[in-house]
């Protein structure tokens, strides 16, 4: 596909004209193939050469691209001569597609006019484009529907068009039947684009007002924002004002992705694009905040800026007590990239020194986890995760707490209370009783259920996020094979019976392996934590007595016997050789794990916590 | 320059059939195998190349191993002997066993064996239970094994028998029989191994497969414990984690290898130690598999003493120390958990060092890893 050929007087043009500036986003659940379609798109215009097209351009980290998830917003410009004739530029932003990035899914919302919503033609409406398609009608956003994957046996396009115009009120049937993997029904899309979004509105010589979408630290450059201008314009050697953070900066370059960075003269009314800032810290350029101008700005900020707040808490601990340093930058380094990121210093008896660190959620977690040992080689032991707990002392003084180790004395305790969440729960009717099982087992309510079609439930929860973290997710899915989806958000704090409890390995307390439950469920999950601990220890030279409890109070007790006979009897001449080998693998396997108190401790015991079954 | 070899092995990789459990380098052949001859050929002319480039003036010990030896015939056996004995000075004086699997070893061949110089048979017993045997792989039955040893014993003093222990199925009590069989018969050597499941074995298939349960750690500890108590009152001595031997009975061969005696392996997988005080090799099939430092060959050497009942003396851990300055405090750790005790300026194993001696050869390895 050759690049669409630009006029001579196109390229000069200096002010893009807002009329022929279509932005948009493409929003689909997990896996309904988003990605692939962005690649197609750039494809099909020419942005990207089909030889250099790597899979999934726009998914820039190894994570994403393996996970096949995005976590980072991306704004990418391609030209597009439509079928009228006329040269447009499209700005296409690729959200984040996950429940932890809500907030940054909602603020690439704002900065488009209308969104392209994919549903995968075999699966259907799930939890995601429930989710993703009300954030895009809350902003107010045109959607176009697009069923996408219609190359495969088992797509059902009509189908899947009556749930959306079931489940979701969309009007699907000039929905766009389009394969991201073949190409077919791209064009469409891009037409559709063209003639359904509506172009951008806005004053081109009011003050500045400009979204900020997302943000990132270049290492050369400083702190790079991606924005999108909503009134005025911006251009290198303007003076700017972030509203939120007060900070001020100056504009040191202007342009688009395409999907290399290209400089430009300046971004104006409707156009979306990155900015270079040169600030150090990219805590001051915050995702939802405002750019105006530092002199003769305005006044009040666009709306929906809220700070975001991390939601999960786990201790990573290095396994060598030399990593820690390395440890220490390695979270700073990604902090530059990533605000939501927090972390502070945690000793803890058994680990040593580590860091209690807060993130966004659950899979923001686990690749900043994979990204530390991968790209930082370091060896972590990570503790079971926790949520931020409101204590409230006698007298009425609150701890926020994000470990266990921080709980007061029950005696000094009034109340707890704890993070809630709404979560939605998209199945087929006949998973109505297992998914009623496992959520009101995990302490869950139950609000109300719909039926978006005869083939799909939309029920609605209230549940403690602490519950949720315990594997909440991958047990609904085992237990409707793998057909419910899931969102949530945030729905606040309210009182719990909380109580702390303690796992003494050979009659000490191991703090890192202390957790926060329900009184109710505190002995069901001290029993089964036992039986759990006392399978992924392995026998050691001595006898190892594992009890939870609570308090002085013992709740569960089990016994890792004495290791009885570990020995290669056979020892001639090869096998001296042999040995040698065996034994350093030995000592490989016992490198990944801890040793407490002479108890060699494997890794998994302090994932086991998350692992229990209802 | 290298220390002169005490020691030889000669591997003789053909077998009836192979054992469930076996992994070692050995296929199944008819002993009529022109592919036996050839490779006896190859054996016999690198025993003589060793000869004339004087590399078995100083060998003490001599040790036909397999696979199974006494499977390729007489014919083979009395080529290969022959050779020995004019390549090296093959006098009683010289330890020289052969293995041999209780169907294969006949009465002219024990008196063939004899009359050619070997002195001393280990027989592959494993166990007098027909059933284990047959779950084994074995191709012998308990009959078998009781007349073999018997016909052993009309011309050899020195006849061992391996026993194993912890086989799926294996009762307490049909094991202890096995120990009396044992006693009874009168043999001078007895070594009790514990079934392992090898990699890539007929056994592991089995096992994971779950058509035989895994052998258990703990019936085997129990087991190697009444070995232990059986044999030792019955005279047998235990002088490493597996072997039992009347007084001087001890397998001079397998002590070589454990008091870090430079030895020569010719055939399939056989295993070449060559050192000097400053370096330590093993080559198998022409592959360097150990290349080993100072302080690797003192902290090897003090874990094979450690095999041993005997245990390493003070002065060996004092001398260690000078090159592995932790081996003091290494040792006393072992002490402290148990795995070894001292006695009379020496630092013996202890039944949990004994038993558990991953553990403790791991502590001793680590010095110099």
Redesign the interface.
Same mark, same amino acid.
């Given at each position: 596909m050759r690049p669409s050929g630009l006029l001579m007087h196109e390229r000069q043009v200096m002010t893009q004209d807002p009329k022929y500036i279509r932005n948009f986003s493409i929003i689909a659940h997990i896996d309904h193939g988003k990605s692939t379609l962005s690649d197609r798109i750039l494809e099909l215009t020419g942005t990207v050469s089909s030889r250099d097209m790597k899979e999934q351009v726009l998914d820039s980290m190894d994570i994403e691209r393996e996970r096949g998830i995005t976590i980072k917003s991306q704004a990418v410009r391609v030209d597009y001569r439509a079928d009228d004739g006329e040269l447009y530029q499209f700005n296409l932003i690729d959200t984040p597609g996950h429940v932890d990035f809500t907030y940054e899914v909602s603020r690439s919302l704002a900065a488009c006019e209308g969104a392209v919503l994919v549903v995968d033609a075999t699966q259907g409406v799930e939890a995601q484009t429930v989710a993703n398609a009300m954030m895009a009608m809350n902003a107010d956003l045109e959607i176009i529907p697009l069923i996408n994957k219609i190359d495969l046996p088992a797509a059902e396009p009509e189908r899947v068009k009556q749930e959306i115009e079931d489940g979701l009120a969309i009007p699907a049937d000039d929905a766009v039947l389009a394969s991201g993997k073949t190409g077919a029904g791209v064009h469409d899309l891009l037409e559709a684009v063209v003639y359904d979004i509506p172009a951008p509105e806005g004053d081109p010589s009011a003050p500045l007002r400009a979204l900020i979408f997302d943000s990132y630290f270049d290492a050369y450059r400083g702190v790079v924002a991606l924005v999108r201008v909503v009134d005025g314009s911006m251009k290198k050697g303007d003076r700017i004002h972030m509203m939120a953070t007060g900070i001020d900066a100056l504009v040191e370059e202007v342009g688009a992705r395409r999907p290399a960075e290209t400089p430009m003269p300046e971004l104006s009314v409707g156009e979306v694009g990155y900015l270079v800032t040169g600030l150090k810290d990219v805590s001051h350029v915050k995702v939802g905040d405002t750019i105006t101008n530092a002199a003769g700005g305005v006044s009040e900020p666009l709306p929906g800026y809220r700070e975001v707040k991390p939601m999960v808490f786990t201790g990573l601990f290095p396994i060598e007590g030399d990593q820690y340093e390395p440890l220490k930058e390695a979270l700073e380094k990604l902090s530059l990239n990533d605000p939501a990121l927090i972390w502070e210093p945690e000793k803890s008896h058994a680990l040593g020194f580590g860091f209690r660190v807060g993130f966004l959620g659950l899979l923001h977690m686990e690749v900043i986890k994979e990204r530390l040992e991968r790209e930082f080689g370091l060896d972590l032991l990570a503790t079971a995760p926790s949520v931020e707990y409101h204590v409230y002392r006698q007298g009425g003084e609150m701890i926020s707490l994000h470990s266990p180790q921080e709980m007061p004395d029950p005696g000094e305790i009034e109340r707890i209370e704890e993070p809630y969440l709404k979560a939605k729960i998209l199945i087929p009717p006949d998973y109505v009783g297992a998914v009623m099982d496992l959520t009101v087992a995990r302490r869950g309510t139950f609000v109300t259920m719909n039926y978006l079609s005869t083939t799909t439930v939309e029920m609605l929860w209230e549940i403690p996020l602490s519950e949720l973290i315990m594997d909440y997710f991958d047990k609904l899915k085992s237990n409707t094979k793998g057909y419910a989806s899931l969102d949530y958000e945030f729905d606040g704090y309210k009182p719990s019976k909380l109580v702390k409890l303690d796992i003494l390995l050979s009659g000490k307390p191991i703090d890192a392996l202390s957790f926060i439950v329900h009184r109710d469920k505190a002995y069901d999950r001290g029993r089964i934590l036992t039986e759990r601990l006392k399978e992924i220890i392995p026998r050691q030279m001595f006898e190892v007595p594992i009890q939870a409890a609570i308090g002085g109070r013992v709740l569960a007790r089990e016994t890792v016997k004495a290791k009885r006979k570990d020995v290669l009897a056979k020892c001639y001449g090869g096998d001296i050789s042999r040995k040698r080998k065996l034994l350093e693998k030995q000592k490989a396997g016992k490198k990944r794990m801890k040793n407490i108190g002479n108890v060699e401790v494997p890794q998994e015991a302090f994932m086991a916590i998350l692992k229990v079954d209802d | 320059m290298y220390d002169p070899y005490k020691a030889l092995?000669l591997h003789i990789p053909f077998c009836k059939q192979r054992c469930a459990y076996c992994d070692f380098a050995t296929r199944a052949a008819d002993c009529d195998d022109p592919a036996i001859a050839d490779y006896v050929d190859e054996l016999v002319l690198e025993i003589r190349r060793a000869s004339r480039e004087g590399k078995l003036g100083s060998i003490e010990t001599v040790y036909i191993g397999g696979g199974t030896p006494s499977h390729i015939g007489m014919g083979n056996l009395s080529k290969l002997l022959y050779t020995l004995s004019t390549s090296l000075h093959l006098t009683p004086e010289v330890e020289c066993t052969m293995e041999a699997n209780p169907e294969s070893l006949t009465e002219p061949m024990v008196k063939d064996l004899w009359a050619l110089g070997v002195n001393r048979l280990s027989i592959g017993v494993q166990s007098f239970d027909d059933d284990l045997l047959r779950k084994l792989g074995r191709v012998h039955d308990a009959e078998t094994a009781k007349r073999a040893i018997a016909c052993a014993q009309t011309r050899f003093e020195n006849v061992s028998i391996d026993l194993m222990c912890g086989i799926p199925g294996q009762s307490h009590e049909s094991f202890a029989a096995d120990l009396a069989c044992a006693i009874e018969a009168g043999v001078a050597h007895v070594s009790?191994?514990?079934l392992?499941v090898e990699e890539n074995t007929l056994l592991e298939t089995l096992v994971e497969s779950g058509a035989l349960e895994a052998p258990v750690?703990?019936v085997?500890?129990?087991m =190697?414990e009444t070995a232990l108590r059986v044999l030792d009152p019955a005279g047998y001595a235990r002088y490493e984690?597996?072997s039992y031997a009347k007084p001087g009975f001890e397998c001079r061969h397998?002590i070589a290898?454990?008091t870090g005696k430079p030895?020569l392996?010719f055939g399939t997988?056989?295993?070449t130690?060559t050192q000097n005080e400053a370096r330590r090799m093993?080559v198998?099939d022409g592959q360097v598999?150990?290349d080993l430092d100072r302080r690797q060959m003192c902290a090897?050497d003090l874990m094979?003493g450690m095999?041993m009942v005997q245990g390493v003396s003070d002065e060996q851990v004092g001398a260690a120390a000078l090159l592995l300055p932790e081996s003091l405090t290494v040792f006393r750790g072992l002490v402290e958990?148990?795995?070894a005790e001292r006695r009379e300026g020496r630092y013996l194993p202890t039944v =949990?060092g004994?038993?558990?001696?991953?553990?403790l050869?791991?502590r001793i390895?680590?010095m110099a890893?």
């Open positions: - | 092995y009790v191994y514990p392992t750690e703990d085997q500890a129990i =190697m984690v597996a397998n290898y454990w030895y392996g997988s056989a295993v130690m093993r198998q598999i150990d090897e094979l095999r958990a148990g795995l =949990m004994w038993l558990c001696g991953n553990e050869y791991g390895f680590d890893p």
